[in-house]
């Protein structure tokens, strides 16, 4: 009867520490997260340079636009000048700098995904935004190498003409 309820113990104290045990992460995701976060810094203090050096020449992105196809760095680059240009005291604060897994194993690759939000003043109007977003990154290297944004940006633009009117 002891080795039965010593075995009972032992065998519930492995399940309890098996199910405590910590999560398997990449090596490299606590390096991307830092790059990602660098990458949207640069995007606020309107550093182009240093965006462009944190992407990987064969990047794909998605832009955020209904029915949009993925593009590559050089018009990459262009859409965030774009922004810099149409927005001031551009601030991304964010909710979480998460994990992301390979999606054909499920295993985490050290890719990177965040929810924030996009605060600043649109240029033209004056007007204060505060944009929900979500942000995908993938890296090659030690560069951004894929990713996408994903917010409503007809709405988002579309509440700026709505103020000048």
């Known amino acids: 009867m ?23 992460s990449n090596p490299d995701f606590e390096t991307n997260v830092e790059l ?17 050096d944190l992407l990987h020449d064969d990047l794909l992105w998605q832009p955020p636009m209904y029915g949009s196809e ?12 774009m922004y810099q240009s149409m ?16 999606a054909e194993t499920g295993e985490l690759d050290g890719s990177v995904r965040t929810y924030g939000t996009w605060t ?9 935004f505060s944009l929900t977003a979500y942000h995908t990154m ?7 190498s894929a990713g996408g944004d994903y917010f409503d940006v007809g709405g988002f633009f579309t509440s ?4 000048g009117e």
Do not use: R
């Open 2 to 24: 002891k080795n039965l309820l010593k075995l009972t113990f032992i065998s519930t104290l492995l399940i309890v520490v098996s199910c405590n045990a910590p999560v398997n």
């Open 36 to 52: 990602a976060k660098s990458f949207m810094i640069a995007h606020g203090a309107d550093d182009i340079a240093t965006q462009t």
């Open 70 to 81: 993925q593009y590559g760095k050089t018009e990459h680059i262009e859409a965030m000048k």
């Open 87 to 102: 927005f001031d005291d551009i601030l991304y604060t964010a909710d979480n700098w998460l994990p992301g897994v390979n």
């Open 120 to 128: 600043g003043v649109h240029a033209e109007t004056g007007q204060a």
């Open 138 to 144: 993938d890296f090659t290297d030690g560069k951004i």
């Open 160 to 163: 700026f003409e709505e103020a």
